[in-house]
């Protein structure tokens, strides 16, 4: 069973927001709530690098530890999903999160903040109907057999979605391939070995999309 995850490109990312964008139009996500978010460090200086940041629906998610009423669950594929009908608003997960994927609705005391909501990978939640499914949770992307739309339109492939072991090989390919002239971006004068890994990194999410 494939294991979904996130990864970003840092040196890809160019701070377009098209992922951000790209969220809240799958999911229409109540005004305040934004699942997704690019986070910029050394804005204007040499060293500035942007990277898009969400739930990373970890394989032990401190959210699930630290929940009350044990609303959080995992799905087959490694999908950290939550049930917003257990969810009580106290914020433990919001703390716990070193990603702050946790977002409520309110910012007010224990209880009063209103249900949690937080990205899904595009994989919905529970619910009796896929039009009360799509009212708490978003799209459901996923049983459509979809990667979710933040990765599908990030026009420089910096925010990848997939299989975890298919997503790594494809950083590892880049990672190897930015010592070429090119910076790892096309196939221009390569031959042998390195086209073929050229054209594993230029064909990233049909790679995700079979995993």
């Given at each position: 069973m494939a294991q979904m995850k996130f990864m970003c490109d840092a040196e890809r990312c160019i701070e377009c927001n098209g992922c951000v964008t790209a969220c809240k139009n799958a999911n229409?996500?109540?005004?305040g709530i934004q699942r997704r978010r690019v986070v910029t460090l050394n804005d204007g200086e040499p060293t500035e690098v942007s990277i898009s940041v969400a739930c990373m629906h970890c394989d032990d998610a401190p959210c699930m530890a630290v929940c009350p009423t044990d609303c959080f669950y995992k799905t087959d594929d490694g999908i950290v999903l939550h049930d917003k009908d257990l969810c009580i608003g106290?914020?433990?997960c919001l703390y716990a999160c070193p990603f702050g994927a946790p977002q409520f609705p309110k910012q007010n005391a224990f209880g009063e903040r209103g249900k949690m909501d937080k990205c899904t990978f595009c994989a919905g939640g529970p619910a009796d109907s896929?039009?009360?499914?799509y009212e708490k949770y978003g799209a459901n992307r996923i049983a459509e057999g979809k990667l979710p739309l933040c990765a599908e339109m990030c026009s420089t492939k910096a925010l990848l979605a997939g299989?975890?072991?298919t997503v790594a090989d494809i950083f590892r390919q880049r990672v190897v391939q930015r010592g070429h002239e090119d910076g790892a971006w096309s196939e221009v004068n390569r031959q042998g070995p390195?086209?073929?890994a050229a054209r594993m990194d230029n064909?990233?999410?049909d790679a995700t999309r079979q995993g």
């Open positions: 229409d996500v109540e005004w106290c914020g433990y896929k039009e009360e499914e299989d975890a072991q390195d086209t073929a064909l990233a999410y």
